[in-house]
């Protein structure tokens, strides 16, 4: 039987000692670029695979984290959890998924689990405004990163890492094209209000309608709490059988706007000549030819893919105590369910 690639054999082609070749491998300083390239060139023509349990033995870690999400069944998380997935993968790492289906209590459960199971870190994105759980694993100095959600506590400012949206900002250019396509009659499909991510987004959302001095009757904002059925549900009953009925809607997610859609279709109406709609994460989805829907670009799988590298940097202690604080900007992309393309600007 052939033996396996070893550093050594990396180290004698290259020329170099086993512990540049390890830090090349591993993208870490110490070696330079030519050299860098070199060694994973090397690596890569002779099928050189990093001996995973020998390093976890080493380095005492498992060189595996955990994802802890809201619902797998919304596509939001699926591409979350696939940008963490892409980033463990390139550190060696492997990554454990637990679905919360948007229970507190389950986010504790599952917590304890990969702790009891070893994992060097974990990624939570299902915080709400209080959670105590974030408390606990300050105070207990274990590597986490929160990604798209934070809480709300004072108290816990500078102390943790995170990977968030601009969702003032968001919320803000929703509102902002909809009354610039001519709209005064908006209805809001929010987020939960127990998440910094509904919350913040409707804030944005409100200063947008002070701005431009709209009057969003209360009766149009509806909390469906992330859920597609609760959105076809309400967009429903603010359609059916009303004279004044909304002429456009502003959802928190895209999953929501899909369960408006249907609810406009399902009463005979034209989404863009009728009704205007605009989402929010621009989830794949959202770009397919007969669903074109506008909204707010999220980033998704790159601020999980971030977020996976700042956890990654936490465990093999390379960031020195830094903490990490990022919000990626928020961008409006216009498709044709907002109404753009039939009218243009016209204010």
């Known amino acids: 039987m052939l033996q396996k690639p070893t550093i050594k054999d990396i180290a004698r082609m290259a020329k170099v000692s086993s512990t540049a070749v390890s830090m090349a491998l591993n993208d870490r300083p110490g070696v330079s670029e030519k050299n860098r390239e070199k060694i994973k060139k090397i690596a890569k023509g002779i099928g050189y695979q990093p001996n995973y349990i020998a390093k976890a033995l080493i380095s005492r870690h498992s060189q595996s984290i955990g994802l802890i999400v809201s619902t797998i069944g919304d596509p939001f998380y699926t591409e979350l959890a696939s940008g963490v997935e892409k980033r463990a993968n390139e550190k060696g790492y492997t990554m454990v998924l637990c679905n919360t289906n ?17 994992v060097d870190g974990i990624i939570l994105a299902t915080v709400e405004k209080r959670d105590p759980c974030v408390q606990s694993l300050i105070g207990e100095h274990f590597p986490f990163v929160l990604v798209n959600r934070l809480p709300m506590d004072p108290s816990l400012t500078n102390k943790f890492d995170f990977v968030v949206q601009d969702n003032f900002s968001g919320g803000y250019q929703g509102i902002e094209h909809l009354y610039r396509l ?4 908006i209805a809001i499909i929010a987020g939960d209000f127990k998440t910094s991510t509904g919350l913040t987004k409707a804030e944005g959302a409100r200063k947008a309608i002070t701005d431009f001095g709209l009057k969003i009757d209360p009766r149009l904002v509806v909390d469906c709490g992330f859920v597609r059925s609760n959105a076809f549900e309400a967009a429903k009953q603010l359609l059916v059988g009303r004279k004044n009925r909304p002429t456009a809607f502003f959802c928190h997610d895209d999953n929501m706007a899909l369960g408006v859609r249907e609810a406009i279709l399902g009463e005979g109406l034209k989404i863009a000549q009728d009704i205007a709609l605009v989402g929010f994460d621009d989830i794949d989805i959202a770009s397919l030819i007969g669903i074109d829907l506008t909204t707010i670009s999220h980033k998704t799988s790159v601020m999980g893919e971030i977020g996976t590298g700042i956890l990654i940097d936490k465990i093999e ?26 009218h243009g600007y016209v204010r």
């Open 102 to 118: 948007r229970s507190m209590a389950a986010e504790k459960r599952f917590i304890d689990m990969l702790r009891a199971r070893g």
């Open 182 to 185: 001519g709209h005064d009659r």
């Open 317 to 342: 202690g390379t960031t020195h105590d830094m903490v990490s604080k990022i919000v990626l900007e928020a961008k409006l992309v216009i498709r044709k369910s907002c109404g753009y393309y039939l």
